[in-house]
């Protein structure tokens, strides 16, 4: 376990600025999500952090030990890569124990490493086999154990599972999570995926335009986002966000209200028409056209009566409402 602290670091590409000014501690043993739209700068961030780019300034503490200038294979990270990289002619084995063979360690050695590795992973019955013989959950698999047998300092993660289904998205983050925890290890995970961030940070760190806009747990991301950008990055669907005489009535410039905070009234003050109903087994999402022609997004219960004619009304309760300024910053909540 390692605690990985970033002290003012800054990249440029010419005249863009990747990332800015960036003060962050990983703390040690904790899972560590960057999040954000792409081009934000989480990526670049990460592979500053394993070597694989040179920063212009800053430092890099690795348990105390400025690592800036120190090469990748001294910094003692392991990183998995958004494509599996697997060498196509090595069979699982071969693919698990090649960072061991090149560091020299004796042959037995890498044979115990990588069956304890195999074993932990579920791969135990799969070491002869070559990649093409594989799926992808269990190539993704193989790719985490190629980074586990080096006993890394931390895990580095840039998007591992954009290349799988959903139903095999899911089973891998239950996976990468559950070894995580187990063996206590400190990683940094990147994803576009507000979901994958929700699910499986101790802190999650919200990314746009190269550098930080929050930093926190996800409920404390989830309750109290520190501007507009935040809290509809966060939370899916997306919050709604309204103006005009919506905000007006809660001396705000925007107003933001999550869709699983709507309730069917018909006294509600959120008045309109129904458009559209996405049905998703064991609820519906709602998708109205307010009276000033704004969209209104509600989660509702799946058996929802829709009236004949689509009108239909929301409440919500006054401490549910998000208040934002004209610079997108969260306001107090209302009194």
Aim: with cysteine; charged share 25%.
């Amino acid at each position: 376990m390692s605690t990985i602290v970033l002290e003012g670091v800054s990249k440029r590409f010419g005249d863009y600025l990747a990332t800015g000014d960036i003060d962050l501690v990983i703390p040690s043993g904790q899972f560590t999500v960057f999040v954000g739209p792409s081009g934000c700068g989480k990526t670049t961030l990460l592979r500053l952090i394993a070597g694989l780019e040179d920063m212009d300034e800053g430092r890099l503490l690795i348990d105390g030990t400025d690592m800036a200038r120190t090469p990748p294979s001294g910094r003692g990270l392991a990183m998995v890569f958004q494509s599996y990289a697997l060498y196509p002619h090595m069979t699982v084995r071969g693919n698990l124990g090649f960072a061991l063979k090149i560091a020299r360690q004796p042959a037995g050695e890498i044979a115990s490493q990588v069956e304890s590795v195999a074993r932990m992973l579920n791969l135990d019955a799969l070491l002869d086999r070559k990649p093409a013989e594989l799926s992808g959950g269990q190539r993704q698999r193989v790719a985490i154990g190629r980074a586990l047998v080096r006993q890394p300092k931390a895990f580095l993660f840039d998007e591992p599972l954009s290349n799988l289904d959903a139903a095999l998205r899911g089973q891998m983050r239950f996976e990468i999570r559950r070894l995580q925890q187990e063996l206590g290890i400190t990683a940094i995970y990147v994803t576009h995926d507000q979901a994958e961030a929700m699910t499986m940070a101790d802190q999650i760190v919200v990314f746009r335009n190269g550098r930080i806009e929050q930093k926190g747990t996800p409920l404390e991301i989830y309750r109290r986002p520190a501007n507009k950008f935040v809290a509809g990055f966060i939370g899916s669907p997306q919050m709604n966000f309204l103006n005009g005489m919506y905000a007006d009535h809660y001396h705000a410039t925007t107003i933001g209200i999550r869709p699983e905070h709507l309730k069917l009234d018909p006294d509600g003050s959120l008045k309109g028409a129904v458009r559209t109903v996405e049905h998703l087994g064991n609820e519906a999402l709602l998708h109205v056209q307010l009276q000033d022609g704004s969209m209104l997004t509600a989660r509702c219960s799946e058996d929802v009566a829709v009236p004949a004619d689509g009108d239909i009304a929301f409440a919500t309760d006054r401490s549910s409402v998000y208040r934002f300024d004209p610079d997108g910053r969260t306001l107090p909540e209302a009194a």
